[in-house]
């Protein structure tokens, strides 16, 4: 490789880093994960953006009642599991999915989508 061409190249591969620290450093709501073992084979991971309250009323109106909320900030949430799980005695089958509930005052539903590349949209 020419060294014309290689200096390209690092400085392309400079500029692509940069870029994403910065992205990194400006996202409001962080990615976070939670990752644990249950019952000893069981693995779950789910990935999630930390909403940022910022003092603002979030249940009942920036996510109202009885509505289908994304879970987080962002993207969807994703969950995943790498064996068959019973999630409130409904059987969930192994893989990844995105994660919605819907809130209400008192209780929530919980709604597994199989599109977890959906982008905070529930496909059905």
Known sequence: MRMKNLNALLLTAALFTLGTALNAQERVSPLKEAKTIISGSVNLA????????KGRKIWGDLVP??????????EATTFEVNKDVLVNGQRLAAGKYAFFTIPSE????????????SMGRLQL
């Open 46 to 53: 789910i990935t999630y953006s930390s909403p940022s309250v």
């Open 65 to 74: 009642f009885g509505e289908v909320w994304r879970t987080g900030a962002n």
């Open 106 to 117: 008192k209780t929530w539903t919980l709604v597994f989508n199989k599109g977890a590349q």
